[in-house]
């Protein structure tokens, strides 16, 4: 049985948003700030989840998981500091967060969703 798959803002090397199956990917998230502090890239970050999440008609109270790149450990509370804000409350997504050297100079954070549609 074929099931519909919806692409939203898709080039040719990624999309960043697709729906499968009643559930709602969306790509790694960075900044547009690079070297800003990580609170104000993480506010950045959230918001373009913000965006796609209502792009694709679905609310944060939807979030199933969030993967979580940050550059330094030692960004981890000041991350936290923005996100634990930012998810509502009785919605928390399951998480993993880790640090890893992202893909470019000065991105101190990305984020990547799964949602329920």
Known sequence: MKKDITRMQTNGRMSQVVVANGVVYLAGQVPDTAGAT???????????????????????????????????????????????VWVPDGHAPTRACVQSLLMRAGFDVEVSVTALA
Do not use: Y
């Open 38 to 84: 990580i609170t104000d890239q993480t506010i950045e970050v959230l918001k373009h989840i913000d965006a796609l999440l209502a792009e694709a008609g679905i609310e944060k109270t939807r979030l199933l998981t969030a993967n979580i790149w940050l550059s330094d450990a030692r960004h981890f509370d000041e991350f936290n500091r923005v996100w634990d």
